[in-house]
């Protein structure tokens, strides 16, 4: 990318500053989704190939926007970044506005997901969306994650999508028109925090089975 964009305003003797749009010809995820499939059509006789293009899949092709924007800003310093609404910080709640219907319960769209403490820093895929809270002394962000998890307001999610049969979508005014009951905000903590208990058990133990199964 560095070399293409160098020709170009050397080429038409303009400043990085000077440009309006930036376009990139591929969906990386769509692509992705593609080369596995691929390889899983020619298992295992192309498991050579496979593991040699995952590594540089995960680590740098997936996240194609950011490595662009690196690369224009080695051109000046001063080019604007990715916008922040589009980042991903630890606890952000992310939720899939693309998906299956309610037919593929694994892969169906509305699926919510809290953003790790381990992950320090992601951007927003196409099709994902990332909930926010202008009142959090009202909200419990916590609390607004475990209420979007449960089966009835999964129902009502995926029951309002639109779409073919194989893709499912929800916009995110649908999200955002979602009524979501709020008790004062000392019980959404305690609600929160004996859901978040039995999450960290629950992973504890799963990593301890884990372990068991790989020292059998």
């Known amino acids: 990318p560095y070399n293409a964009v160098d020709f170009v305003l050397n ?35 192309g498991f050579a190939s496979f593991s040699m293009s995952m590594p540089i899949w995960l680590r740098e092709k ?8 690196d690369k224009l800003k080695q ?33 169906v769209v509305g699926r919510v ?8 820093f992601c951007l ?6 990332k909930i926010s809270i202008f009142d959090e002394k009202s909200c419990n962000k916590f609390y607004l ?15 309002m999508a639109h779409g073919a049969a194989s893709q499912a979508n929800i916009s995110p005014k649908q999200v955002q028109n979602l009524l979501i009951y709020l008790p004062e905000l000392v019980i959404q903590k305690k609600i929160a925090s004996l859901l978040s208990t039995y999450d960290k058990l629950v ?4 990593r301890r089975i884990e372990i068991l199964e790989e020292m059998a």
């Open 124 to 129: 927003l895929n196409q099709r994902a969306g």
């Open 203 to 206: 992973e504890n133990n799963t």
């Open 145 to 159: 994650f475990y209420m979007l998890t449960t089966n009835h307001k999964r129902v009502e999610i995926a029951n």
């Open 75 to 107: 051109h000046d310093e001063n080019f604007r970044d990715i916008d922040e609404k589009y980042h991903v910080l630890p606890h952000d709640i992310l939720i899939s506005l693309t998906g299956s219907h309610m037919t593929q319960p694994n892969s």
């Open 11 to 45: 080429y038409s003797n303009l400043k990085l500053s000077k440009i309006d749009h930036i376009v990139f010809f591929e969906k990386p995820f769509l692509k992705f989704e593609r080369l596995l499939e691929t390889n899983l059509a020619f298992a295992p006789k």
């Open 113 to 120: 997901a809290i953003q790790s403490q381990r992950n320090q």
């Open 62 to 69: 997936l996240f194609q926007k950011k490595f662009l924007f």
